[in-house]
């Protein structure tokens, strides 16, 4: 043990806050070192009159009347602002919480498999080219009741193709429901975005949704892309059977336009 | 930890006197206005006494006792009355700050210690002849203090003045005890050259006499 060290365990010592080791070692060092062996005689005498310095040059001075009146009230008035900056901290803790909360329940919704509420249309998946998904169980028909048709052929095969599905066929307003949209395209270069404008011309009125796909989609191939029907649901109260597709380029971004052909009614419950 | 100048200047405190600083802290939490009073009676001079060694004169003192007591009562309903948090440590340390942020200020200007009492309080029984202060040793002492700078001094006042321990101190300045530690073996190094300076001189002055 050096002196600097043997230096800073002293007051330590003197306490006997130290282990039996440190002590140990320390008296090791001051049986060896007469000026560590001095520090800690002298150091009694150094804190009395440092002490007694300090006692001292305060002693007598005391805080004057009028002033003691004035931290009372300063206090009292502070205590009361306190007491009310916690009641709205709480308050604040509670609704924060209760937001969280809420958003806890939105966010395992989604993870559930719930749909999303934005964006309107989402990604699902991307095919490569040739590897439409409308074989099988799946089913390309936009109409209840009618057979199902492929995507139709563009007439210029550089021009992309697309096809909306409901599902289920048939439905209620307030039943859950999907709306999938096919988008197939021959490109060579991806696609940064897609442009759907929904035609809706229903028994009850005319509407015009827009809805737009971040990309990129891939230039070749078929993307499928989920489109959330919840900005439908709260103004559209017919069942709506999509057909005709239409796809056109405007400065770089495809649109698709659907348009409502057939309308039923659902019967309310 | 000290306990000065428990006074009941309203007659109906008497009960809350006898209570432990936590109970009356407790109780100022509720609002209780007569513990409010109480607490305050029972720490301002205290505080006030510790700000003046910090500040070196009375109306910064004044200040920021007033200052430490806002603070304090603005943050006491979020103060947590539990084993090991002691209320009078959590005063010191928003005295110190207090003070220290003053201090800080750019206008603010340190002044030099006010003319010592003519008679100094000791304390016989423990009052060796040679280390007996006198009024011009006492101003050479605390003109040592004065100039070990603000971090040494406000280590040497907390741990001789508030008696307060290396751990303690360590909370109060948020700093690590081992700082605090070589912080005070800084501090009496240099003091204890002041006080060496002052034992020469006296035993000069004394042979000068028996030589006479």
């Not at chain 1, 949209?181 to 035609?199: A, C, T, Y």
């Not at chain 2, 200040?63 to 090991?84: K, N, Y």
Request: glycine share 6%; net charge neutral; proline share 6%.
């Amino acid at each position: 043990m050096n002196c600097q060290a043997a230096s800073l365990l002293l007051d330590d010592y003197r306490e006997g806050l130290l282990s039996q080791r440190e002590c140990h070692l320390l008296e090791l060092h001051l049986a060896s070192c007469p000026e560590c062996a001095a520090d800690l005689r002298f150091r009694p005498a150094l804190d009395r009159d440092v002490r007694r310095t300090l006692a001292a040059s305060v002693q007598g001075l005391t805080l004057p009347p009028e002033m003691t009146a004035r931290i009372v009230y300063a206090a009292e008035h502070n205590l009361r602002k306190g007491r009310r900056g916690r009641r709205v901290r709480r308050s604040l803790q509670s609704t924060v919480m209760l937001v969280g909360l809420a958003f806890l329940c939105v966010g395992l919704y989604f993870l559930a498999g719930g749909d999303p509420s934005t964006p309107g249309v989402s990604i699902v998946s991307q095919l490569p080219a040739n590897s439409l998904p409308f074989s099988g169980s799946h089913d390309p028909v936009v109409a209840p009741g009618r057979s199902p048709s492929p995507l139709p052929e563009p007439a210029d095969q550089t021009l992309p193709s697309a096809s909306l599905v409901f599902e289920p066929r048939t439905m209620r307003p307030s039943d859950p429901y999907t709306m999938t949209l096919f988008f197939q395209s021959n490109q060579e270069h991806q696609i940064d975005s897609l442009h759907v404008e929904l035609d809706v011309d229903g028994p009850t009125g005319f509407y015009r949704f827009d809805l737009a796909v971040e990309g990129p989609l891939p230039g070749r191939g078929v993307s499928i892309l989920r489109v959330t029907p919840d900005v439908l649901e709260a103004r559209c109260q017919e069942q709506y059977l999509m057909s005709a597709t239409e796809v056109f380029r405007d400065e770089g971004t495809y649109n698709v336009r659907m348009t409502l052909s057939d309308a039923v009614t659902v019967p309310s419950r | 930890m000290k306990l000065l100048d428990v006074k009941d200047r309203n007659g109906g405190g008497d009960a809350l006197i006898s209570l432990d600083t936590e109970a009356l802290v407790l109780r100022c939490q509720r609002g209780d206005r007569l513990a409010v009073e109480t607490l305050i009676l029972r720490y301002q001079n205290y505080v006030y006494r510790l700000c003046f060694l910090v500040m070196r004169n009375e109306q910064d003192a004044e200040d920021m006792t007033q200052e430490t007591f806002i603070r304090a009562f603005r943050a006491l309903p979020r103060f947590e009355v539990r084993e090991g948090k002691n209320f009078e440590g959590w005063l010191y340390r928003i005295a110190v700050n207090a003070c220290r942020s003053r201090m800080r200020r750019k206008w603010y200007q340190v002044l030099p210690w006010p003319e010592p009492a003519p008679t100094i309080a000791g304390e016989p029984e423990e009052q060796p002849d040679r280390l007996l202060m006198q009024g011009e040793a006492r101003q050479e002492m605390l003109a040592a203090i004065d100039a070990l700078g603000e971090k040494h001094r406000l280590v040497v006042i907390l741990r001789y003045y508030a008696g307060l321990s290396n751990e303690e101190i360590a909370e109060v300045l948020s700093i690590p005890s081992g700082t605090v530690r070589s912080r005070l073996h800084m501090a009496r190094k240099r003091l204890k050259k002041v006080l060496k300076e002052r034992e020469n001189k006296a035993e000069r002055t004394v042979s000068r006499g028996v030589a006479a």
